[in-house]
């Protein structure tokens, strides 16, 4: 099985600061990467796939990069919708698997 | 407007059986994968398995191979998840979730039903 690493687990930031998530794989996925968001008690929500693409909807402030193993997501001028805990997923094969989650809190 | 709308809440004793359901529509149901994913409390997401519910071709993941049952019924546009033996273990939050693209087993999920919230306690 192929596993996600992400960090960090949590992250304390400010509104409109700039974070970054990253997601490591075990072995190479090609660009094959989702990114979820999660608010608490809802659905997951996609947000970027194939690693850098802009899921329909989504504002421009979120923004993926990366290929092979190595991943990250990076939402410029944070705003108070996205605190919340986004996940990444790689998709390289059907046997799906998550990243731990990466909780973004309030400073 | 696609839509996938899971069944309500459940409390069962260990040992029961349940049936959960995720009814889809605005789509064609038997032309997109179906899968389901676990989310125990205060954990991540774990993908449990996928039905194409077009032939019933199923995957199922190594962790919930043997545990659970996944169906569907194209008549109603329903998938299923299925527990014959409930466990405390089995509680969680599951989610039914489409895989983007007609006939795509493997790609992200951009449509997500509410969730079921599964309790099972003595």
């Not at chain 1, 996609?46 to 979120?62: K, T």
């Not at chain 2, 459940?10 to 997109?32: N, Q």
């Not at chain 2, 954990?43 to 993941?61: A, C, F, N, Q």
């Amino acid at each position: 099985d192929i596993q996600m690493t992400q960090s960090p687990s949590t992250l304390s930031a400010s509104v409109g600061d700039r974070v970054t998530i990253t997601c490591r794989a075990s072995q190479s996925i090609s660009s094959w990467l989702a990114w979820y968001r999660q608010k608490p008690g809802k659905a997951p929500k996609l947000l970027i796939y194939e690693a850098s693409s802009l899921e329909s909807g989504v504002p421009s402030r979120f923004s993926g990069s990366g290929s092979g193993t190595e991943f990250t997501l990076t939402i410029t001028s944070l705003q108070p919708d996205d605190f919340a805990t986004y996940y990444c997923q790689q998709y390289n094969s059907y046997s799906y698997t998550f990243g731990r989650g990466t909780k973004l809190e309030i400073k | 407007e696609v839509q996938l709308v899971q069944s309500g809440a459940e409390v069962k004793e260990p040992g029961e059986s349940l049936k959960i359901s995720c009814k889809a529509s605005g789509y064609i149901f038997t032309t997109y994968w179906i899968a389901w994913v676990r989310q125990m409390p205060g954990k991540g997401l774990e993908w449990m398995g996928t039905i194409y519910p077009g032939d019933s071709d199923t995957r199922y993941s190594p962790s919930f191979q043997g545990q659970v049952t996944i169906s569907a019924d194209k008549s109603t546009s329903t998938a299923y998840l299925q527990w014959s033996s409930l466990e405390a273990s089995d509680t969680a939050l599951y989610y039914c979730a489409r895989p983007q693209g007609s006939g795509s087993l493997v790609a992200p999920f951009d449509c997500w039903g509410q969730g079921t919230l599964v309790t099972v306690s003595s």
